[in-house]
C-alpha cells in the first residue's frame, strides 16, 4: 500500500498471516490483526505471548518470516524517516542518551520534529520533577518514563507505540504517566486523533485508558473488543453442591474452578442462564452469578492455557 492509498478510515495496523519465528520458536503465528485509527487499544497476553516482537515488527526493528504488516499504510519493513516521524515508540527501557542534559535532548528532538508541541511537553513534564540541567543518566526510572512520554506526545506523533512503559513505576508516577497520556489524546482535538498502540500486565491501568482490549495468545489473536465487552464474557458462578461436583471435563466453558467454605465457585466464558440450569442438574441446591473484574476476566482466560505444554 503507498502513501496515497492510506485513508482516514484505514487501519493504522494491518497485518496479514503474520508470522515470526525466532529459531523453532513462533513468537507469531499467522496473525491476522487490524487496528481503527483513534483511540486506545491495549494489547494483552501471557509473557512470551510475542507483544515485544509484535512491536518490533510493526517498527521495522525485524523483518517478519512470513506475512505482511503495514502500519499507517506503510510496509513495515520499508519504513522511511519520514514515516517513522509520524509514530512515537516509548518502551520499557526508555534508551536515551544517558550522558546529555534534558534541555539538549529536548531542543534536538525540537528541531527534528516539525510538529512539535511544547505546551504538551511542558504540560507532561510538569508532572515530574525533572530539572532541564539534570544529564538523562540522572534521572530516576518514573522520571525517565515521563521524559519519553512528553518527548514522545510533544511531537505530535499520528501513532504512539507504548511496550509495558509503566513497567517498574511507582503508583503516583504510574498515575501521572496516564493522565499524560489521556491529555494528550485530549489536547490532539482538531489536529486528527493520536492512536495509541498499549501493552502491559496492568489490568486496571488498561480499564482506565484503554477504548479496545487485544488478547494474543501465542502470538495468536484470540480476542478483540471494548474491555467492557470482554469482562461480560466472564461470569463468576457459586453453587452448593451437598454431593460430587460435576466433573470439570463436563463443565461447559469452564475458566477457573474453586472450593471455598463448602461452595463451589466457577469462572465460566461465554455462559448464558442456562449454565445455572446445568449446575442446578448437577445437584446444586442454590446457584448465584456475579460479574466479575477486567483483572480477574483476563487472568483466567489467559490462565487457561498458561500451563500447558505447547502442541508440536
Ligand atoms: N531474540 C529472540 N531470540 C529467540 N527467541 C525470542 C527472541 N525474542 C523473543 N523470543 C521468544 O519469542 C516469544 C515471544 O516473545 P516476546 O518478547 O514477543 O513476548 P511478550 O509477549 O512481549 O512477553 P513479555 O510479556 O514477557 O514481555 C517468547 O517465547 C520469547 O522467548
Known sequence: MNDSLFTPEAPVIHTAGLCKR?????????????????GVHAIVGANGAGKSTLFRVLLGFLPPSAGSATILGRDSARLRPQDRARIGFVNEEHTLPGWMAV???????????????????????GHYHVQPAQKVSQLSRGERAGFNLALALAQTPELLVLDEPTLGLDVVAKRAFLESLLYSNAATDGRGACTVIYCSHQMEEIERVADNLIILERGRLKHMSAPDDFRARVTHWVADIPFKA??????????????????????????????????????????????????????????QHHAAPIAA
Not at 455462559?271 to 476476566?297: E, I, K, T, W
Open 22 to 38: 525466532y529459531g523453532r520458536k513462533l513468537a507469531l503465528d499467522h496473525l491476522d490483526l487490524q487496528i481503527p485509527r483513534g
Open 103 to 125: 534541555a539538549a535532548v529536548t531542543a534536538m528532538q525540537r528541531h527534528q520534529y516539525p510538529g512539535w508541541r511544547q505546551p504538551v511537553f511542558d504540560e507532561v513534564i
Open 246 to 303: 460435576p466433573d470439570p471435563a463436563q463443565v461447559p466453558g469452564l475458566l477457573e474452578q474453586q472450593q471455598l467454605d463448602g461452595l463451589h465457585h466457577y469462572l465460566v466464558l461465554d455462559q448464558d442462564d442456562s449454565f445455572g440450569r446445568f449446575l442446578r442438574a448437577s445437584g446444586a441446591r442454590s446457584v448465584q452469578s456475579m460479574p466479575v473484574s477486567l483483572d480477574r476476566a483476563v487472568n483466567s482466560f489467559l490462565a
